[in-house]
């Protein structure tokens, strides 16, 4: 009877082990990232707020999204929406509730996407 042998050496474990590190590092620094400035589009309208820490509301397609800036993120804190799965996006953006068509994004993050002279 033949033994199994996976095929697994050390460094095959060490390259894993390096690529899924990199992964979590990726993910938690891209969730938590600061910005310095909100836009909401709600159903049409364009409105920008400063990254100042409360709870603000703006009026969608069906009804009012409650939302909160605290630290820089941002997150749905209650709205119109029957299913209720953009307050359970948590602290992330971008934030959508497609059925108030409300979409939330944390702009201004710092990083520069060209070169500045």
Not at 43 to 54: A, I, P, R, V, W
Not at 62 to 82: A, L, N, R, Y
Not at 89 to 115: H, M, R
Request: hydrophobic content about 40%; overall charge negative.
């Amino acid at each position: 009877m033949k033994k199994f042998n996976p095929g697994f050496k050390i460094l095959d474990i060490f390259i894993f082990a390096a690529i899924l590190a990199a992964g979590i590092f990726l993910s938690k620094n891209s969730l938590t990232k600061k910005g310095s400035t909100v836009r909401v589009l709600a159903d049409g309208k364009e409105y920008e707020y400063q990254m100042k820490n409360g709870i603000y509301e703006v009026e969608g397609a069906i009804g009012i999204t409650t939302f909160q800036i605290e630290d820089g993120k941002v997150h749905i804190i209650d709205s119109p929406c029957p299913n209720k799965t953009c307050v359970e996006q948590g602290w992330t953006s971008p934030l959508i509730c497609l059925p108030n068509k409300v979409v939330i994004t944390i702009e201004n993050y710092g990083d520069f996407d060209a070169v500045a002279e």
